[in-house]
């Protein structure tokens, strides 16, 4: 049973106990993409409104394989930052992390801060391993890249940012020492098995649904859906148009870099029979050529870093809706709890009109009635049997009494803290778009600049081919 004097709402925490109060006279740096909230601009806050205390530039960078030649070995990767954030001893602290240790941060912030939309981390479970390409050039930049993403979400978010652990983790010298202790610490008294672990499962079960909604988060889920819908369109759209451009296939008949490659070889023979215009083809062809590595090259500079950014943000997501999934369980649990006390209450009430001898009026209905036919048979039905069942179902209201108080209030505060969240995530969102979008158009636009150039330069050589008819 959950004691008066608990924390109903321990699990969920927001605030860095240990960290220092912010000094809001300290320095107002800022960085790019990084929100903080100042003591001027407090008026214009509203309630659910996150709260910065500072910024958190992070960096992945400087991969390195430890332990070369050996079965043990790995990557490790040299992580930075740049932060005025109070809790933390240097404003610029680094380590060297494998990807081991990234998996460990994100696992107990998503136990530490529950309430919170955790970044996920790119999925180990690839390929890669399975056929040891795992210690590519190729692989090991792009699982950088995830992981320096990883990071920056987390020095977007005004209270992961402020984590202990988040701090350890770019400062300690003694990191193996610092999970130990972690894992180890006393995460407090553990309540004994009460009368919310004894409820069946099939009273609370994951597929029962709110049975009073709030308008708020209805809203906020029909918003992700469309976004993740929107993102899943997107991700269709350009895979199909990458894999038209540049599918690695030639065969295919959809790889339009293989297409113009052979175009350059069929117009560099042709060159070969025409000897009047040798030179003018040869030039076409070299353009050609040029222009099909151009292709490739935007490629893998520009659609497939945006896919990959598209497919991870569409993950990020899909973290934020189990956080409103968490919410809707807490208030099932409320509203479950609830009905089961109302039951207690009223076979409580039935049992003492019994006793008092107005069972037929006591407006429980025919189930009242069927039971009070089920004890007579069970010869259960006297007054002394009923008096016994009705102090132990006094006990029991007692004691769900205080299970729907809790319920009720962690379902408040849970639903307070996501309301809070969802305008983090809102914030953290456009600005990946933002810079997502921008790369995109950046890439495409150095694309066609470059292929313009290239397709100006043989115009002239071009014309001055004359033949005689």
Not at 117 to 135: A, C, N, S
Not at 370 to 380: C, F, I, K, S, T
Request: proline share 6%.
């Amino acid at each position: 049973m959950l004691g008066d004097d608990e924390d109903v709402f321990d699990s969920v925490t927001w605030e860095s106990p240990s960290g220092p109060p912010y000094d809001a006279g300290g320095p107002s740096a800022s960085g790019p993409g990084y929100k903080q909230s100042t003591v001027e601009g407090e008026e214009g806050r509203g309630p659910y409104d996150p709260k910065w205390e500072g910024y958190l530039i992070t960096t992945v960078k400087d991969p390195v394989k430890e332990l070369a030649e050996t079965k043990d070995a790995y990557v490790s990767y040299l992580v930075c930052a740049e932060t005025n954030l109070p809790i933390f001893s240097t404003r610029n602290p680094s380590a060297r992390r494998r990807f081991q240790d990234f998996v460990f941060l994100r696992d107990h912030l998503v136990k530490d801060f529950p309430a919170c939309v955790v970044p996920p981390l790119p999925d180990k479970h690839r390929l890669e391993y399975v056929t040891g390409d795992r210690f590519s050039p190729e692989f090991i930049e792009r699982r950088r890249l995830d992981l320096h993403r990883y990071l920056q979400r987390i020095g977007r978010h005004p209270t992961l940012q402020r984590s202990t652990l988040v701090r350890a983790f770019f400062e300690s010298t003694e990191w193996h020492v610092t999970m130990h202790q972690h894992i180890a610490h006393p995460p407090g008294p553990e309540p004994s098995p009460g009368l919310i672990d004894s409820i069946s499962d099939s009273l609370l079960n994951a597929f029962s649904r709110v049975r009073k909604p709030d308008e708020r988060f209805l809203s906020m889920r029909e918003k992700v859906d469309k976004f993740e819908e929107g993102l899943a369109l997107t991700e269709r759209v350009w895979t199909r148009i990458r894999n038209r451009s540049n599918a690695g296939d030639p065969e295919s008949g959809e790889d339009l870099t293989a297409d113009y490659h052979d175009m350059a070889v069929a117009v560099q023979g042709l060159g070969f029979l025409e000897s009047g215009i040798t030179d003018p083809l040869n030039h076409f062809s070299n353009t050609l050529l040029e222009f099909s590595a151009l292709l490739r090259h935007t490629t893998q500079t520009t659609t497939d870093p945006f896919l990959i950014h598209l497919h991870s943000l569409l993950t990020y997501s899909n973290a934020n809706r189990a956080v409103l999934k968490l919410r809707d369980q807490k208030q099932m649990d409320f509203e479950e709890l609830s009905d089961y006390l109302s039951g207690v209450t009223s076979e409580r009430d039935r049992l003492a009109a019994v006793i008092r001898g107005h069972a037929g009026s006591t407006g429980l209905g025919l189930g009242a009635y069927l039971r009070d036919r089920m004890d007579a048979l069970r010869g259960a039905d006297d007054d002394r049997s009923r008096v016994e069942k009705m102090r132990k179902l006094d006990g029991k209201i007692k004691e769900l009494q205080d299970a729907v108080t809790t319920a009720h209030e962690t379902s408040d505060a849970f639903s307070d803290e996501t309301l809070r969240e969802q305008n983090t995530f809102q914030f953290a969102k456009d600005v990946e778009m933002k810079e997502m979008l921008g790369n995109l158009a950046d890439g495409q636009i150095e694309f066609y600049k470059t292929a313009m150039e290239e397709w100006e330069r043989i115009i002239p050589i071009i014309q001055r081919i004359r033949v005689d008819v």
